[in-house]
């Protein structure tokens, strides 16, 4: 026992991280608990989303004391392997009888007892190898060959994970690669050219959605199409429709937007005290959709269910947690503890700012978990193992 | 602080992407507080719509009951057979993977497989219902699909009204069959038929009444309610209907029911106590139809000490229960019989019918004669040729007499309806001098004494509540005192008054109609020594409290006016028309009921009816003469307790149809009389 102590101590937990770790899988397990409640009527206990994902955070947290103790300068030995299999994956799960599909979207890969979804882990690798390929003297970052490699290094994940389709997962490369690279030392002018050319490249994507006509428009997939649409307010008929194709065109509109309106007065409907575990009707009556209340749309019913303040605790514990990234990216003893613990934190700030932002109507819908609260084996996985990388570069700091 | 050393930190980028953090985080905070606390009603309003549906809940019809409580309009339990959809879900869902059996299929197959699966659940449970309880019953379509997409959180009707033996059935199996209920439902329901048809009233279906709730709720669905549309019914309908109640329905995504919250209890109606005395007024319902099934006249027996209607019939009438229950194709002819016009009410001249009154106006013209001393001397007689004729003074002027030749005092000239007689004291009181202004005065006079053209019943002020007429009313028509001309005729000519039409008037003809709620008035004033009283229907309205007996608002007799006449007149009149039954030569000795001293006047008026067809050289209306015959009468004589008014239209003579039917009536009223004193008489031995 002694000695489990004294080795409890030398990993160095800090404890503020471990005390946001803990409460959001606390919240993520009672509201996954709650959005599956009918579940216990009809499936075994090992079926239900709540069961799983508690075995889930367990799995994570037994991979993440591995990233804790192993130093992350052995583990980014093999940050260019990993990056390079986690590559060959995507490919992989892009071809028809391998890859499985769901939702219409072929992301996951069938290993029997759960889906594995490479793309979740695809962002981890993708840090630890852009940190490896960014430690590197700062010299070399002024040279514009290092900046184009490090920009193709995000483009080709994010080109293979758009094919899935899933466009939300797979833009989130570039904040994370963006960030990156300003933490590391690239100058600020070659990102201000890299910014400026991909907002115009969206601006113009936007554009041609909202506003091309049918013959212009970049072959996007329809559901994508209406999720900017809906997130821009704008008739899903065009102006010359017939009335027929109106009437279609609205109720195809009134379905696609559903799940987000439902979302929307869900959170909205909490209040400041919200309505109280296991009360909320959203989800109780099924308004807010079952395929999506535990995943995706996790935050809806934490909000309904309690209300300003929940939220308020949830964003806390988010934001200490982001915080203390920083603080340890700031106090990590080279750049590469420096580069991957920014690198964690943009992960998971994106997710966060990108999820909660869809209920509120700042973002458009897309499938983009929250870390930790929505339910998913590698969502939990990554998440859990990215933090314990941040642990990593925390414990590993002083030890020359 | 712990975590916010970073933004004291020399690493620039570290400290600018620190700082982007908690700006995007304020705007979520920002957003979040925007949300959930500054709009979060208007999020919670829109939770609530798309969950909850208010339903409508009518309340209880408060009962309408006679003057001994027995039923006249009351409330009987219907029960239904409904279906618990959303309790059938498993069943659904059971059948439809039965029905689909493993094939593959896309969205809109599915779709109508489980539109299919849903119907035919629904269905096989129906035909087991039926089965059971003895009843075919087949489950419309198209009706169940409406139903599933429009109401489903509503109950699914199956079968409404069923028998007390299939009730006994339906419960026994109610536990072997998912989702089925009983529901019970009150109905309004009149036990006597069409006895008091046109008091009564009738309902309609409506299932959107103005309702006085100070929260309007918005319904989605009223559950059926009824209104008042005619009589009592409709008269009184806000006192009846009560206050509707709402309920909430929580449902689910797809519609379903899932649970249910009461907000606003209705709040039952109040019960309303008649004056009618339902075993008199069944007698009297019973006389007049004795007539003939298509009589067209009307009963009222009055109680001439305080005014309350102890019958008040109209005939012919019609069902009440059939504006709930529904219309054969017989009934709806029988509705719309223009001849015998069911929707009129004759007792009280509803839709300003009224009728000439014939010789009973020869009561007013004796009062007028007596009490201004026209006549002063009652036992002087008159002589009657057989006919009326004054050569010298009306040259123009004859009528024929029903009475006989011969010599008349008051009382004979009274009993035989002598018109030579009452025609001899309008003219020319003294035989020699022309004196028909003087009579036209003191006719007009004490027609307008007795309010004839008046309606009988006021607005009642009881505790601050303002009590509506209980009938709807015509008013006849008397001419106002000092009156010059005439109504028009036909033809829209003003006339002056003539002695000939001063000599009608006398005997109830010419410029008079009354109806018979007027003459059970005058009858009763008769009876009760000169005091004209406001008739009574209603007697309480129980009070919307649960303490009925101490909150009873008793509505007051009301006296109109005295009309102050001498004891020698009263006493007169009661013996002339006591004569005028019991004598063996009186008119009205049809009436005659052993036991029972009644008094009585007969008439016979004669009216004019458009036949429908026109002169063809003048294009001029034609008309007929019908009868319309009359029976006024009180009993008993000593201390009366009855007035009756009997009215038939196209009868032969008063006293040939009216006078029996009024006897029949007493004789029942002699019965009930008894078998109440025997009952009186039984709670006194005990």
Redesign the interface.
């Known amino acids: 026992m002694n000695s489990f102590l004294m080795h409890f101590r030398k990993l160095r937990v800090d404890l503020l991280l471990g005390f946001s770790l803990f409460g959001l899988m606390f919240f993520g397990s009672a509201f996954i608990l709650s959005a599956s409640i009918d579940q216990y009527e009809i499936n075994a206990l090992f079926e239900t989303y709540f069961f799983r994902q508690v075995v889930f955070y367990f799995v994570g947290i037994t991979f993440g004391v591995f990233f804790v103790i192993v130093d992350y300068h052995r583990l980014s030995g093999y940050a260019q392997t990993s990056y390079w299999i986690i590559i060959l994956l995507l490919v992989l799960v892009l071809i028809p009888g391998v890859g499985e599909v769901r939702f219409g979207a072929r992301r996951w890969f069938d290993l029997g007892v759960t889906l594995v979804q490479p793309s979740e882990f695809a962002k981890l690798a993708f840090i630890f190898a852009l940190a490896d390929f960014l430690t590197r003297p700062s010299d070399e970052m002024f040279m514009p060959g290092v900046f184009v490699k490090a920009i193709g290094m995000t483009a080709l994940p994010f080109l293979l994970i758009l094919k899935e389709p899933d466009l939300g997962s797979s833009l989130v490369f570039f904040p994370i690669g963006t960030a990156m690279m300003f933490v590391a030392g690239v100058p600020l002018r070659f990102l201000g050219k890299f910014l400026g050319f991909s907002s115009v490249l969206v601006l113009l994507v936007i554009i041609n959605v909202l506003y091309a006509p049918a013959d212009w428009r970049i072959p996007l997939n329809e559901y994508q199409r209406h999720r900017l649409l809906v997130y821009f307010n704008k008739d899903f008929a065009s102006a010359d429709a017939t009335p027929a194709e109106r009437k279609e065109a609205r109720e195809l509109q009134r379905s696609r937007t559903h799940n987000i309106r439902q979302a929307e007065i869900s959170v909205g409907s909490g209040g400041l005290m919200g309505k109280g575990w296991g009360q909320g009707p959203q989800t109780r009556l099924g308004y807010l959709p079952k395929g999506v209340a535990h995943n995706d749309f996790i935050f809806s019913v934490i909000s309904e269910e309690t209300g300003f303040l929940g939220s308020m605790a949830v964003l806390s514990l988010y934001a200490i947690l982001l915080l203390k990234g920083m603080q340890i990216a700031d106090q990590a003893r080279d750049r590469l503890g420096k580069l991957l613990a920014v690198g964690v934190v943009a992960m998971i700030f994106c997710h966060v700012f990108v999820n909660i932002g869809m209920h509120l109507r700042l973002m458009p819908v897309t499938g983009i978990p929250l870390p930790l609260l929505s339910y998913g084996g590698s969502s939990v996985l990554s998440s859990l193992i990215a933090i314990a990388v941040l642990q990593n570069v925390k414990l590993h700091k002083n030890s020359y | 602080m ?5 933004l004291r ?1 020399k ?1 620039i ?2 400290k ?3 700082i982007f ?2 700006c ?2 304020l ?3 920002a ?3 925007k ?3 500054s ?2 009603v ?3 309003d ?2 609530e719509n ?2 909850v549906r208010a339903i409508r809940l009518p309340a209880t019809r408060g009962n309408i009951l006679d003057r001994n409580k027995k039923p006249l309009a009351v409330n009987r339990l219907r029960f239904d057979v409904h279906i618990y959809i959303d309790e059938l879900r498993s069943l659904f869902r059971e059948h439809y993977f039965s029905l689909k059996n493993g094939r593959k299929m896309n969205r809109s197959e599915q779709r109508r497989l489980g539109k299919e699966a849903r119907y035919q659940v629904v269905s096989n449970l129906t035909m087991q219902v039926s089965m059971r309880i003895g009843e075919p019953l087949v489950l419309n379509e198209k009706r169940f699909h409406e139903h599933y997409e429009q109401r489903l959180y509503m109950p699914l009707p199956v079968m409404q009204d069923l028998s007390p033996s299939q009730v006994a059935k339906f419960v026994e199996l109610i536990h072997s069959l998912p989702g089925v209920g009983l529901s019970v439902n009150p109905v309004r329901t009149y036990p006597n038929g069409e006895m008091a048809f046109h008091a009564l009233g009738y309902l309609r279906r409506d299932d959107n009444p103005e309702d006085d709730q100070e929260v309007q709720f918005s319904y989605r669905y009223r559950m059926p309610d009824y209104v008042g549309i005619d009589g009592l019914e409709g008269i009184y309908d806000r006192l009846l209907r009560g206050e509707a109640g709402a309920k909430a329905i ?5 519609s379903y029911r ?1 649970s249910e919250d009461v907000w606003v209890w209705p709040e039952s109606g109040r019960d309303i106590e008649l004056s009618i005395n339902r075993d008199i007024q069944l007698a009297a319902e019973e006389a007049l139809k004795s007539n003939g099934p298509e009589t067209r006249g009307s009963i009222i027996v009055m109680d001439p000490n305080n005014g309350d209607l102890l019958a008040l019939v109209s005939k012919p009438s019609f069902d009440s229960n059939k504006f709930i229950s529904g219309f054969s194709r017989e009934e709806i002819a029988q509705l719309n019989d223009s001849q015998l016009n069911r929707w009129i009410n004759r007792a009280s001249g509803s839709g300003n019918v009224a009728y000439p009154p014939g010789s009973i106006f020869k009561i007013i013209s004796s009062i007028a004669y007596l009490e201004e001393g026209l006549i002063n001397n009652p036992n002087k007689e008159i002589f009657n040729k057989g006919f009326f004729r004054n050569e010298q003074l009306y040259p123009n002027y004859s009528l024929d007499d029903t009475a006989p030749s011969g010599n008349y005092n008051f009382i004979r000239a009274f009993k035989l309806s002598c018109n030579s007689y009452f025609i001899h004291f309008a003219l020319t009181p003294d035989g020699l001098t022309d004196q028909w202004r003087q009579g036209k005065r003191v006719l007009i006079d004490w027609g307008n004494r007795f309010r004839l053209g008046k309606k009988t019943i006021h607005p009642l002020q009881v505790s601050g509540y303002e009590f509506q007429s209980p009938l709807r009313e015509g008013s006849g028509y008397f001419p106002v005192v000092g009156n010059e001309y005439k109504t028009k005729d036909q033809y829209g000519k003003k006339s002056r008054w003539a002695a000939g039409d001063v000599a009608n008037l006398c005997i109830g003809q010419g410029e008079i109609t009354v109806t018979p709620l007027q003459m059970a008035v005058m009858t009763a004033a008769i009876a009760n020594g000169g005091k004209l009283i406001q008739p009574r229907l209603v007697l309480s309205v129980s009070s919307s409290n649960e303490d009925t007996q101490s909150n009873l608002r008793n509505i007051p007799s009301k006296v109109l006016g005295d009309l102050n006449l001498k004891d020698e007149t009263v006493s007169l009149l009661h013996e002339a028309m006591l004569a005028d039954v019991d004598d063996r030569d009186g008119s009205g000795r049809g009436a005659r009921v052993s036991g029972i001293s009644i008094g009585g006047k007969t008439g016979t008026a004669e009216k004019k009816v458009p036949t429908g067809k026109f002169n063809p050289k003048t294009g001029a209306r034609l008309f007929r003469m019908d009868h319309i015959t009359w029976f006024v009468s009180f009993a008993p004589v000593e201390s009366p307790r009855y007035a009756m008014v009997v009215m038939v239209e196209s009868g032969a003579s008063g006293g040939k149809i009216c006078a029996p039917i009024a006897g029949r009536v007493y004789r029942a009223i002699r019965e009930v009389e008894n078998s109440n004193n025997k009952e009186g008489a039984k709670l006194a031995n005990r």
């Not at chain 2, 712990?2 to 970073?6: A, E, G, K, N, T």
């Not at chain 2, 929580?250 to 797809?254: A, D, M």
């Open positions: 712990f975590i916010f050393d970073q930190s690493d980028p570290i600018i992407i620190v953090i908690l995007c985080f705007v979520l905070v957003k979040l507080w949300l959930q606390v709009t979060a208007s999020f919670q829109r939770q798309q969950s929580r449902v689910n995504n797809i899932t």
